[in-house]
C-alpha cells in the first residue's frame, strides 16, 4: 500500500482573538522579508499578468520568501503558507520542499500561496469549502474532484499533482480567479 504523506497549503490570520502564533511556531508582528524572493519573481510576474488579463489589479506588496523553517502538521508537512498581518499579507514556502520540486510543483504551489495572499481565497472550489485536509491524513480528501480523480481546483489544501496540473492547467488557471478579492 502507498503510503499517503500529505503536502498541505495554509493560511493563517493574525487576529487578537487567536493565538499570535502560526503554524510555523512564530509569532510575526511584520514580514520576514522585504520584496520577492529572486527565484520566485518570475512566477509573480506570470501570476500578475494572468490576473491582469481578467480585469484584475493588484494594490498591496505582498512579500515572499523561501524560508528554513519546517513544520509537521500531523502526518503531514506544510510546504507553504500565506499569513494574513494586520498591515501585510507574506507567503513562506518550505525551503527543502522547494528545492526538490519540479517547475510544475513551484508554480502550483506559489499559485494556491498568491491566491490566498492576493485574492483572498480560502481552500474552496466552485461547489464549495474543502474540509481541513489535517483532519483526514491517511487519504486525499474525497470532495471537489474531477471525474479523473484530480481536484477541482488548485485550492484543494494538498500540493496538486503534476499529472493532474498537466491534464488541466487551463482550467486550474482560470479558476484560481474566480470570487478574486484583490488585496
Ligand atoms: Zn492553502
Not at 117 to 125: A, D, E, L, S, V
Request: glycine share 8%.
Amino acid at each position: 500500500m502507498t503510503k499517503f504523506l500529505p503536502l498541505f497549503l495554509c493560511f493563517f490570520a493574525l487576529g487578537s482573538s487567536v493565538p499570535n502564533v502560526d503554524p510555523w511556531g512564530r509569532t510575526k508582528k511584520q514580514p520576514d522579508h522585504v520584496g520577492i524572493e529572486k527565484e520566485i519573481v518570475a512566477f509573480e510576474i506570470m501570476y500578475d499578468f494572468e490576473a491582469r488579463i481578467r480585469g484584475i489589479k493588484f494594490k498591496t506588496p505582498v512579500t515572499i520568501v523561501v524560508s528554513s523553517f519546517k513544520m509537521k502538521k500531523g502526518k503531514g508537512t506544510v510546504v507553504g503558507l500565506c499569513t494574513y498581518g494586520k498591515n501585510f499579507r507574506e507567503i513562506d514556502i518550505n525551503m527543502q520542499y522547494w528545492h526538490k520540486s519540479t517547475w510544475m510543483t513551484k508554480r502550483t504551489l506559489i499559485y494556491h500561496e498568491m491566491t490566498h495572499c492576493f485574492c483572498g481565497r480560502f481552500h474552496t472550489w466552485s461547489g464549495g469549502e474543502y474540509p481541513d485536509a489535517e483532519k483526514m491524513p491517511k487519504a486525499p480528501l474525497q470532495v471537489g474532484l474531477l471525474g479523473d480523480g484530480c481536484p477541482a481546483s488548485i485550492m484543494y489544501p494538498i500540493v496538486v499533482s503534476d499529472d493532474c496540473v498537466a491534464k488541466h492547467w487551463d482550467m486550474y488557471d482560470s479558476e484560481m480567479f474566480d470570487g478574486c478579492n484583490p488585496y
